[in-house]
């Protein structure tokens, strides 16, 4: 089956805009999360939504946001760009979070920001 | 809060030498954990995972076992191969959901 789908996998913004990357969960998977990598920080969590209502929520400000559509894709929009947002934002799916004995989180490729 | 703690990068080593990363973590109650690998340019991909003190993950030649009393989950291979190179992450997840607390990462080189 298709594995999660992240779009656009690059792109390059200015500093002051906004952008919106896309996830596209693997079909029946009701768990959508966020993580942002960077050589600096590592793999930092952003949030998670599950059943379009955000479940958990990373220490990120609120420049960053999320959201989940009732097809459980999901979408995350930073505004505001700063140097610091370049990174690569990794979208991950689960039938039903981590804690479920036997589920298992899957990452799409993730998209490369680049803010100039 | 949680965190984890890995050793150290980045690692090399020879074709089918042993390999042991290792892995520490701090959480309040008792969390489930993973090891995922990263090549290059690509996303993360669960390698294995244990969700109670005392299980052994495996796949694909890589073992882990959970150790509570040592609050600790190293990841073995008794014989790595070239195609093994890669960023190897060390993760837990207490809450409910998929919130993952991810370690720094180890890069493993293997040289034929």
């Known amino acids: 089956k298709a594995g999660v789908t992240q779009t656009p996998r690059y792109l390059i913004k200015t500093r002051g805009q906004q952008v919106t990357l896309s996830c596209s969960p693997i079909?029946?998977?009701?768990?959508v999360s966020w993580y942002q990598q960077t050589p600096g920080q590592g793999l930092q969590f952003l949030f998670e939504y599950f059943s379009e209502t955000q479940r958990n929520k990373g220490n990120f400000p609120g420049r960053f946001s999320g959201r989940q559509f009732s097809n459980s894709r999901s979408e995350m929009n930073v505004s505001t760009l700063e140097l610091g947002d370049s990174a690569l934002y990794l979208c991950?799916?689960?039938?039903?979070?981590?804690?479920?004995?036997?589920?298992?989180?899957?990452f799409g490729e993730g998209s490369w920001l680049t803010v100039v | 809060g949680d965190s984890v703690t890995q050793m150290e990068g980045p690692v090399t080593l020879s074709e089918e030498a042993f390999l042991t990363i290792n892995c520490t973590y701090t959480a309040t109650g008792y969390p489930s954990l993973f090891w995922y690998v990263q090549y290059p340019g690509e996303g993360l991909q669960l390698l294995l995972k244990?969700?109670?003190?005392?299980d052994k993950g495996s796949n694909k030649g890589f073992e882990a076992t959970y150790r509570k009393e040592t609050t600790s989950f190293h990841l073995e291979k008794g014989s790595v191969q070239v195609s093994d190179s890669a960023v190897y992450f060390c993760a837990l997840s207490e809450t409910s959901g998929s919130r993952l607390t991810f370690g720094e990462g180890t890069q493993l080189t293997v040289n034929p």
């Open positions: 079909s029946g998977h009701r768990s």
């Open positions: 991950a799916s689960s039938l039903d979070g981590a804690r479920i004995s036997g589920n298992t989180i899957y």
């Open positions: 244990a969700t109670k003190a005392d």
